[in-house]
């Protein structure tokens, strides 16, 4: 789960009890659909030693240019990852990913996150599923680690970031498509 700190545990039992929900539906669509889950083997920890090195793979198996990635929900989409955006409005809760029984990747996203944050989101829930389909203590921190380097890779945006001040976050902002706290 992505969420914030405030997350009550009631509000997780109705996030994982809503996730179950989701995922059931989902398995009885894909009984008439077959859906192809096209996430390379080699692009996970197993093969590769760090999470901004899967992200560097990833951007260079889809041959994705310098810069920005644009439709990063396209991208996420066309490895089979199914991502459904849900309305959780009052709830400090931004996603959550898993593999469900047909081991079909599913990604829930509050509907309620501003731009930024739910791109950021969608690359770290991408993250979780291409590096741990089993728990991890380094989870949380792999998975942002990932989203940075898929996001903003470091080669790509260092230059921009030298003399770097609070007047220049916003333009930024809007070529990147992150948040300021991000950058």
């Known amino acids: 789960h992505r969420k914030q700190a405030t997350l009550k545990q009631i509000e997780l039992n109705y996030i994982t009890s809503n996730s179950n929900i989701i995922d059931m539906n989902i398995n009885k669509l894909l009984n008439s659909v077959e859906l192809e889950v096209n996430i390379p083997e080699k692009l ?9 090195d899967i992200a560097i793979a990833l951007r260079e198996f889809f041959l994705i240019p310098k810069g920005p990635i644009y439709n990063l929900t396209n991208l996420i989409e066309s490895l089979g990852v199914i991502i459904v955006n849900f309305d959780y409005p009052n709830i400090k809760f931004d996603g959550v990913s898993f593999y469900n029984k047909q081991n079909i ?21 991408l993250g979780h599923i291409l590096m741990h389909k089993f728990p991890s203590p380094d989870a949380e921190k792999e998975a942002n680690l990932f989203a940075s380097e898929l996001l903003m ?19 930024l902002k809007r070529k990147w498509k992150v948040s300021m706290a991000a950058l």
């Not at 996970?44 to 901004?52: Q, T």
């Not at 990747?105 to 829930?125: C, V, Y």
């Not at 890779?153 to 003399?163: A, C, G, Q």
């Open 44 to 52: 996970n920890l197993d093969y590769l030693d760090a999470p901004e």
């Open 105 to 125: 990747p599913i990604m829930i996203i509050n509907s309620n996150l501003p731009p930024d944050r739910d791109r950021f989101t969608k690359a770290h829930e």
């Open 153 to 171: 890779p470091k080669k790509d945006i260092m230059s921009e970031l030298k003399n770097l001040s609070f007047y220049s976050l916003p333009n």
